[in-house]
Nanobody
Framework: QVQLVEFGGGLVQAGGSLRLSCAAS????????MGWYRQAPGKQRELVAR???????NYADSVKGRFTISRDNAKNTVDLQMNSLKSEDTAVYYC????????WGQGTQVTVSS
């Protein structure tokens, strides 16, 4: 089992920045990748960014150049720095830990006002 606790989120004006953090505990050895997904009202959950144990990263096209994912293996945390936020970034953001089994955080709301 892996437990994920998310921090951050909130309300910000368009053009502003937010930082999300996620702390993992439990069977950390089973995690191959950690990431952030988001789900806006009426839409499917979508990948925002993912970082693998190797350090490689991938991003959704919509956030490239604005968001940065980072991982601290010693602390078992993954952060998402979000800059130049747009109203369309408004969603519930979920931390994920992916391996043989995928785990999810409880979600944190990000609201970008225009």
């Amino acid at each position: 089992q892996v437990q994920l606790v998310e921090f951050g989120g909130g309300l910000v004006q368009a053009g502003g920045s937010l930082r999300l953090s996620c702390a993992a505990s439990g069977s950390i050895w089973s995690i191959n990748a950690m990431g952030w997904y988001r789900q806006a009202p009426g839409k499917q959950r979508e990948l925002v960014a993912r970082i693998f144990s190797s350090g490689s990263r991938n991003y959704a096209d919509s956030v490239k150049g604005r968001f940065t994912i980072s991982r601290d293996n010693a602390k078992n945390t993954v952060d998402l720095q979000m800059n130049s936020l747009k109203s369309e970034d408004t969603a519930v953001y979920y931390c994920s830990a992916e391996g043989m089994v995928d785990y999810w955080g409880q979600g944190t709301q990000v609201t970008v006002s225009s």
